[in-house]
């Protein structure tokens, strides 16, 4: 066995460590399987369905109910990644969310997803304190990308959370006396002309 076969063989096994332990440092899975609702309920209002491996929502502005699209499973601490195209209306993504008898379906926070860019990665509550979190428009003028994909990070640990949009904080919070336990959900608003897309939903849990 030559000297050059025996380096590239520690070169090949040193690269494969590498490529494993990244991996198992990531430990992102899957929210959403790309082809189907599996794992998801739709509260009525609204329509989700998927399309080239995104889900995808639409309302009409006649439609006053809130249409949902909720997990089956209820989340604790973690982190999710997603990304998602806002092409009309205003959305959200839910987490921590309570379902409850009323026209929007549950209560808890959301971060906000809007088509003209209203409000971008702010964190609002449902049937709450309202908006807890609310960005400046010059802020986000900086990291929305309009009618194009963009990318949010949403993490929840204990108390503390944070959303990002496109690598940029949006908003933080420290001991926050939320619920530490509830529902993600894709969000329809009532009222309202709605076409947005979400897809590559992915969560690591803690």
């Not at 430990?27 to 309920?41: A, E, M």
């Not at 009409?60 to 209820?74: T, W």
Request: aromatic share 12%.
């Amino acid at each position: 066995m030559t000297l050059r076969f025996k380096l590239s063989m520690l070169l090949f096994y040193f690269l494969f460590a590498c490529v494993q332990a990244a991996q198992a440092e990531d430990s992102f899975v899957p929210l959403f399987d790309g082809k189907s609702l599996d794992g998801w309920t739709a509260i009525p209002g609204g329509t989700w369905q998927v399309s080239g491996g995104a889900i995808v929502g639409s309302q009409e502005s006649s439609e006053h109910r809130h249409g949902m699209l909720l997990s089956d499973q209820q989340y604790g601490d973690f982190v999710v990644r997603l990304k998602y195209k806002a092409l009309a209306g205003n959305s959200g993504f839910y987490f921590r969310a309570q379902r409850v008898d009323h026209p929007v379906s549950v209560k808890g926070f959301q971060a906000e997803i809007d088509a003209d860019g209203n409000d971008v990665g702010g964190l609002y509550e449902t049937l709450g304190r309202a908006w807890v979190v609310q960005p400046k428009a010059e802020d986000i003028e900086s990291y929305f990308k309009d009618k194009d994909w963009n990318d949010m990070t949403i993490s929840a640990i204990g108390g503390d959370v944070t959303v990002t949009v496109n690598g940029v904080q949006t908003a933080v919070l420290k001991d926050d006396p939320s619920p530490r336990r509830g529902y993600f959900g894709m969000q329809l608003h009532g009222g309202q002309n709605m076409r947005v897309r979400f897809k590559d939903l992915e969560i690591k849990q803690y």
